[in-house]
Nanobody
Framework: VQLQASGGGLVQAGGSLRLSCEAFGRTTESGRGAWFRQAAGKEREFVAGISWGGGLTYYGDSAQGRFTISRDNAKTTVFLQMTSLMPEDTAVYYC??????????????????WGQGTQVTVSS
């Protein structure tokens, strides 16, 4: 599976962005999707996760109430709608996917496939 992330950019505090992660080359119709982020000098952090059917979503503490993860009906793209952005949201955002249903959502090791990352910069 190849994941292509897009939608990052520069935005002022309080603004919004929508990130997209398109998947190519799946061989199975399954896969948990997620977004992580990594700020300079920090570890990669879980932002949000979504089940294959889209009925289950999970959020990290930093995303609760401000970000929404979703996926399209064709199951090819996972979105992250980010609102009320703050300077501390500045990071490289990575999308991830894995089809192993035995794993969870919130850890880096739960995912075997990663996108290339897209930079989000929030100015104050």
């Amino acid at each position: 599976v190849q994941l292509q992330a897009s939608g990052g950019g520069l935005v002022q505090a309080g603004g919004s962005l929508r990130l997209s992660c398109e998947a190519f080359g799946r061989t199975t119709e399954s896969g948990r999707g997620a977004w992580f982020r990594q700020a300079a000098g920090k570890e990669r952090e879980f932002v949000a996760g979504i089940s294959w059917g889209g009925g289950l979503t999970y959020y990290g503490d930093s995303a609760q109430g401000r970000f929404t993860i979703s996926r399209d009906n064709a199951k090819t793209t996972v979105f992250l709608q980010m609102t009320s952005l703050m300077p501390e949201d500045t990071a490289v955002y990575y999308c991830a996917e894995d089809a192993d249903y035995r794993l969870g959502y919130g850890k880096v090791n739960d995912y075997g496939y990663w996108g290339q990352g897209t930079q989000v910069t929030v100015s104050s």
